[in-house]
């Protein structure tokens, strides 16, 4: 089973990932876009820096090689082995983050995006919902999209809740304005009942 995770910056995704992997137990793994294998750590450093210029297609190119990398070397072979994959992160990131915030368009980065998965879409995406303004002061580190401030992640919040209109079987919106506690239980109500019997 494939869940991902996604929300604004400073949504909390990366708690609840290791929250809900730790109450899946053994057979779960979590990851982290961009990130989980070496190379994509190494593009991970490069897409962080603020000071490193990078065109807008470059970025979003360099986004698909750190996912066609995890899929196919990590995601992949965990699923064929029945394991639990969580995944902090991934292609509705890109269609949010460069599609839209960035304005590269919808389309050209599904595209893209599914030559990078080879069309693998997870089985479910949990999208955590806050304030951006307020993910924004929670954030705290100063990677090149927090960097773009409020009205960049207000404009991704309105991607993902698009997204969320769209797929609604796949993507299910938690309010994640509580405490860790209360997001992680919103959370396993919705896991629950779809884990594998
Ligand atoms: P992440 O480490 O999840 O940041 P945070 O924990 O602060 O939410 O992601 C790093 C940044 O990369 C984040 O600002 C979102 C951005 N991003 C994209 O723009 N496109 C993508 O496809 C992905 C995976 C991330």
Redesign the pocket.
């Known amino acids: 089973m494939f869940i991902t995770l996604e929300?604004v910056?400073?949504?909390g995704?990366?708690t609840q990932a290791a929250m809900l992997a730790r109450a899946l137990g053994a057979s779960a793994m979590t990851l982290?876009?961009?990130g989980g294998t070496d190379a994509a750590e190494r593009i991970r450093q490069l897409?962080?820096d603020p000071d490193t210029p990078l065109d807008p297609i470059a970025e979003l190119m360099l986004?698909c090689a750190a996912?066609a990398d995890l899929v196919s070397r990590v995601i992949r072979p965990a699923l064929e082995v029945g394991r639990i994959v969580i995944c902090?992160?991934?292609t509705d990131?890109?269609i949010a983050?460069?599609g839209v915030a960035r304005g590269l368009g919808i389309v050209r980065v599904r595209e893209l995006s599914e030559v990078a998965t080879d069309g693998l879409v997870p089985d479910l995406t949990l999208l955590l919902e806050i304030d951006p303004a307020f993910g924004l002061d929670r954030?705290q580190?100063d990677?090149r999209?927090?960097a773009e401030g409020v009205r960049f992640q207000e404009r991704v919040a309105e991607a993902y809740e698009d997204i969320a209109r769209r797929e609604p079987s796949r993507v299910v919106p938690i309010d994640a304005t509580g405490t860790p506690e209360d997001v992680h239980a919103l959370i396993m109500a919705e896991v629950e009942p779809r884990l594998p019997a």
């Open positions: 929300g910056d400073g949504s995704k990366t982290r876009e961009p897409l962080a986004f996912r902090d992160r991934f990131s890109t983050y460069q954030a580190s990677d999209f927090e």
